[in-house]
């Protein structure tokens, strides 16, 4: 749950009159929704503004949760521990380290268990990576590429070569004596 000066359109004197108005923080301010905000005092722009700052901020919680709560030995209530920290993912579990997710009220089990997953799935994102760059980068030859040396042409067509040289290396002479032994060997 997001505290109200974050949202957009909330300043002090806003946010004063919205806690009066029983909206403590991003969630209560949804189902309040534009109407609670309205007989808070707010114009109809500023009320659009603010809800829809704070549906954004919800879904962003919602995320987050979602994301914490995947890794392994992360439940529920450690995870809305992490995002009232400003915790939202294993990157940012990282991050704040083991003193860090201590600060922000976790036990040392739940420390430890959250960042052995964030450990392992920042590993488990780097192997995938690698293979993907390796995947990348492996291009397979025809066959008849892998056998070339580097530099000979294969011809496939038969422009400006004779019938029986279709598919053969061609070499080109390498001076006049090699030539005419070329051209007497073909008589």
């Known amino acids: 749950m997001a505290a109200l000066p974050s949202l957009a359109g909330v300043g002090a004197a806003t946010a004063t009159r919205m806690v009066d108005a029983g909206m403590e923080n991003s969630a209560s301010v949804v189902v309040a929704g534009v109407d609670g905000l309205s007989k808070a005092g707010l114009n109809a722009k500023a009320a659009a503004t603010v809800f829809a700052s704070a549906e954004a901020a919800e879904a962003a919680i919602a995320a987050a949760m979602a994301v914490l709560t995947s890794l392994s030995g992360v439940g529920p209530k450690t995870a809305v521990q992490m995002v009232a920290a400003g915790i939202d993912s294993p990157a940012a579990i990282l991050t704040a380290g083991r003193s860090g997710l201590a600060e922000a009220g976790l036990g040392t089990a739940a420390v430890n268990s959250a960042f052995g997953a964030a450990t392992a799935a920042k590993k488990k994102a780097a192997a995938a990576a690698r293979k993907a760059r390796k ?10 590429a892998q056998r070339q040396k580097p530099g000979s042409v294969i011809s496939d067509e038969e422009a400006g070569v004779r019938g029986d040289q279709v598919g053969s290396k061609i070499a080109a002479p390498k001076g006049v004596a090699d030539m005419l032994r070329r051209i007497k060997d073909n008589r």
């Open 135 to 144: 995947a990348a980068t492996a291009v397979k030859l025809p066959p008849t």
